[in-house]
């Protein structure tokens, strides 16, 4: 199993940014998807978006498209989220995951991943 450790959740004002880092330890296959999800006390877990380590590809939810950037750097072992043009509906506990499991079109489900960090707590205030 995959062990994550996310860093990086800050609080900020709408409109800024912030980058949170996810270090991925314990790798064993050579395909993953790594995904981030938030979630807001009361609520469900909340797919943000997801990137497949083989090909590169990285998918997003409607509601930080164009905003929100996903990346990993494979040699350091490392996911990242970059986000940009913060609004307070972003303030949340964001998750970093990992699977290996083989999800059409892609895994975006909490149960879709057997991984979990910790979590990083993002503030935006208005």
């Known amino acids: 199993m995959v062990q994550l450790v996310e860093s990086g959740g800050d609080s900020v004002q709408a409109g800024g940014s912030l980058r949170l880092s996810c270090a991925a330890s314990?790798?064993?296959?050579?395909?993953?998807?790594m995904g981030w999800f938030r979630q807001v006390p009361g609520k469900e877990r909340e797919w943000v978006s997801t990137t497949d380590s083989l090909s590169g590809t990285s998918y997003y939810a409607d509601s930080v498209k164009g905003r929100f950037t996903i990346s990993q750097d494979n040699a350091k072992k490392m996911l990242y989220l970059q986000m940009y043009n913060l609004k307070p509906e972003d303030t949340a506990m964001y998750y970093c995951a990992a699977t290996a499991q083989i999800v059409f079109p892609i895994p975006r489900m909490p149960s879709d991943y057997n991984s979990w960090g910790q979590g990083t707590q993002v503030t935006v205030s208005s």
């Open positions: 314990g790798y064993t296959n050579r395909r993953y998807f």
